[in-house]
Antibody, heavy 116, light 108 residues
Framework: QVQLVESGGGLVKPGGSLRLSCTASGFTFSDYYMSWIRQAPGKGLEWVSY????????YYADSVKGRFTISRDNAKNSLYLQMNSLRAEDTAVYYCARGSLCPGSWGQGTLVTVSS | EIVLTQSPGTLSLSPGERATLSCRAS???????LAWYQQKPGQAPRLLIHGASSRATGIPDRFSGSGSGTDFTLTISRLEPEDFAMYYCQQYDSSPRTFGQGTKLEIK
C-alpha cells in the first residue's frame, strides 16, 4: 500500500533553516508529481509547493517563493523541502502528498515550529 | 487566485441525520476540478470526492458530491458517529491550488 513518511521537522529560530524529507513506498515514485501542503496549528490547509515526476516543473506559493526549495531523488524514492529564512508564520504541520491535483495519499505530517 | 468559501462554519447534527455542506468559488471552477476532504484531529486529510462528484476509492456511498461552476455541495445522507470531523473543499482548476476554510461537523 502507498506509504509516505515525513521527517526533519522540529524547533528552529526565526531566520533559521530546516530540511524536510518524505520517503515513499508502495508505488512507482518516479511516475508521480509530489506536493508539500501545510497546516498551521488550528488553521486550514495551504498548498506550499509541488514538483513534477522528472523535477522539471515546480510550483511555489507566493508565501514561500525565494525561501523554500522543493526537490526529489527518484532513485531514493524521496521528496525534500529545503526551508530557509524561516518565519514564525511558517509554523505548521507539513504534509507530503502524492500528486499535484487532489492528492489521495498523504503522509502523517511533520511539525515545524519557528520560535525564538 | 480562486477563493473558496465554505458554509456553514459549524454544523451541529445528530447521527442518522442528513448533512449538507456548501462550497462557493470566487470564479468558475472549470471541468468541475473540485475535491472534498475529511480531516479528524491529529490526522492527515482524507480524500472523499474528486471531480465534484466522484467518490474516491473506499469511500462509503453515503458521501456524495454535486455542483458545477461556482457552487458545490457535499452531502452525507445518514450521519455515522465517525463522520463528525472537519471538511474542506479544494479546487485544482488553477494554481495556486486553494482550500476552503473548512466546515466543522459536530455532534448535536
Amino acid at each position: 500500500q502507498v506509504q509516505l513518511v515525513e521527517s526533519g521537522g522540529g524547533l528552529v529560530k526565526p531566520g533559521g533553516s530546516l530540511r524536510l524529507s518524505c520517503t515513499a513506498s508502495g508505488f512507482t515514485f518516479s511516475d508521480y508529481y509530489m506536493s508539500w501542503i501545510r497546516q498551521a496549528p488550528g488553521k486550514g490547509l495551504e498548498w506550499v509547493s509541488y514538483i513534477s515526476s522528472s523535477g522539471s516543473i515546480i510550483y511555489y506559493a507566493d508565501s514561500v517563493k525565494g525561501r523554500f526549495t522543493i526537490s526529489r531523488d527518484n532513485a531514493k524514492n524521496s521528496l525534500y523541502l529545503q526551508m530557509n529564512s524561516l518565519r514564525a508564520e511558517d509554523t505548521a504541520v507539513y504534509y507530503c502528498a502524492r500528486g499535484s491535483l487532489c492528492p489521495g495519499s498523504w503522509g502523517q505530517g511533520t511539525l515545524v515550529t519557528v520560535s525564538s | 487566485e480562486i477563493v473558496l468559501t465554505q458554509s456553514p462554519g459549524t454544523l451541529s447534527l445528530s447521527p442518522g441525520e442528513r448533512a449538507t455542506l456548501s462550497c462557493r468559488a470566487s470564479q468558475s471552477v472549470s471541468s468541475s476540478y473540485l475535491a472534498w476532504y475529511q480531516q479528524k484531529p491529529g490526522q492527515a486529510p482524507r480524500l472523499l470526492i474528486h471531480g465534484a462528484s466522484s467518490r474516491a476509492t473506499g469511500i462509503p456511498d453515503r458521501f456524495s458530491g454535486s455542483g458545477s461552476g461556482t457552487d458545490f455541495t457535499l452531502t452525507i445522507s445518514r450521519l455515522e458517529p465517525e463522520d463528525f470531523a472537519m471538511y474542506y473543499c479544494q479546487q485544482y482548476d488553477s494554481s495556486p491550488r486553494t482550500f476552503g476554510q473548512g466546515t466543522k461537523l459536530e455532534i448535536k
